[in-house]
């Protein structure tokens, strides 16, 4: 029989395409009450909640923690309750896993990063500046330091095929509306279906330590809505960029670097990650 990972937040944006994408070898979570009434096989979870009589299903060897306040700007409104989630109760949760010999794969982010070195190597010092990324560092030290067994995967951004900021941009395109895509914020960008194959990996081979998954270069907003508007055929002239800083974002720090070293993906998993040009025109075909 082949075996079932647990996946920790099947809502989630990455655990909803990976529960789809591999339906055979998945089993969720969801703190969506309804979800579960309806069907026989799902788990409740909610973070929220006392934990200490939650267990996770038998038979289950690897686990992947999607649950999280994953909104910058969310966890920078409310620091208290981000840490609450994204730190107590994800130890809480880590440490019950653990407890039933459950491997843990999870994910991070470049923001342990204070982003102003291209290529942060695995072994760099972190200096987060986000409470995000405080949160996820927290975290990585806690498996390590306790050596539990664990990949840690920092990824830079992942890209849906569905992606709504680009929909939006599309959407207005369409209607001949001008967008504002941001020229000083940059992405180094992963297709989802790349991160949950690398995700799938690290489930099945059990392999510890940190990996670290983004693309080969760093592209700004404003260059990907050009991309998008000259695959699509749209007056380039509608495409005005402005910088993050004139918006309403409302964030403290925002990095001039995503970039990570991937060569532990490639020395360990035989993995390489795809041209930056590969990785846009993949996102882009999607809206051909
Ligand atoms: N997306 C990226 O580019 C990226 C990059 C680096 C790392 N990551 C990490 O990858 C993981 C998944 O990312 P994502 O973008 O797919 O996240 P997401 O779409 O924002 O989903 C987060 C999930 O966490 C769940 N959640 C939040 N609070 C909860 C609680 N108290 N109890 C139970 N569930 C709770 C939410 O449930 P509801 O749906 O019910 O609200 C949601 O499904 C996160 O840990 C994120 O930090 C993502």
Same mark, same amino acid.
């Given at each position: 029989?082949?075996?079932?990972?647990?996946?920790?937040?099947?809502?989630?944006?990455?655990?909803?395409?990976?529960?789809?994408?591999?339906?055979?070898?998945?089993?969720g979570t969801?703190?969506?009450?309804?979800?579960?009434? /309806?069907?026989?096989s799902g788990i409740y979870l909610n973070l929220e909640e006392d934990l200490s009589l939650w267990a996770p299903p038998k038979g289950v060897t690897s686990a992947v923690i999607f649950t999280a306040?994953?909104?910058?700007?969310?966890?920078?409104?409310?620091p208290e309750y981000?840490?609450?989630?994204n730190v107590e109760k994800t130890k809480n949760l880590i440490d019950i896993l653990h407890k039933n010999n459950i491997f843990i794969v999870f994910p991070s982010t470049n923001q342990v990063f204070n982003g102003t070195i291209p290529y942060q190597k695995v072994g760099d010092t972190p200096s987060p500046q986000t409470e995000y990324g405080k949160n996820k560092l927290e975290v990585e030290n806690y498996l390590l330091i306790n050596k539990i067994e664990s990949s840690i995967i920092r990824f830079s951004k992942i890209i849906p095929p569905d992606y709504p900021l680009f929909q939006t941009w599309i959407t207005s395109l369409k209607q001949g509306e001008s967008i504002h895509p941001f020229h000083d914020m940059v992405i180094s960008p992963v297709?989802?279906?790349?991160?949950?194959?690398?995700?799938?990996i690290l489930l099945e081979k059990k392999l510890t330590g940190i990996f670290q998954v983004s693309a080969?270069?760093?592209?700004?907003?404003?260059?990907?809505? /050009?991309?998008?508007?000259?695959?699509?055929?749209?007056?380039?002239?509608?495409?005005?960029?402005?910088?993050?800083?004139?918006?309403?974002?409302?964030?403290? /720090?925002?990095?001039?670097?995503?970039?990570?070293?991937?060569?532990?993906?490639?020395?360990?998993?035989?993995?390489?990650?795809?041209?930056?040009?590969?990785i846009i025109d993949e996102i882009l075909e999607y809206y051909g």
């Open positions: 029989m082949s075996e079932k990972y647990l996946i920790i937040g099947e809502d989630s944006q990455i655990g909803s395409f990976f529960t789809r994408r591999y339906s055979d070898i998945s089993v969801t703190r969506r009450r309804e979800k579960v009434s /309806h069907r026989s306040v994953t909104s910058i700007e969310k966890c920078q409104q409310n981000a840490r609450f989630i297709s989802i279906s790349f991160a949950c194959m690398v995700i799938r080969d270069d760093d592209i700004s907003y404003a260059n990907i809505a /050009h991309d998008i508007g000259t695959k699509l055929g749209y007056n380039g002239s509608l495409i005005q960029p402005v910088s993050w800083k004139t918006s309403d974002i409302q964030l403290n /720090h925002v990095p001039e670097h995503t970039t990570l070293d991937t060569t532990k993906l490639r020395n360990d998993l035989g993995i390489k990650v795809p041209d930056i040009r590969i």
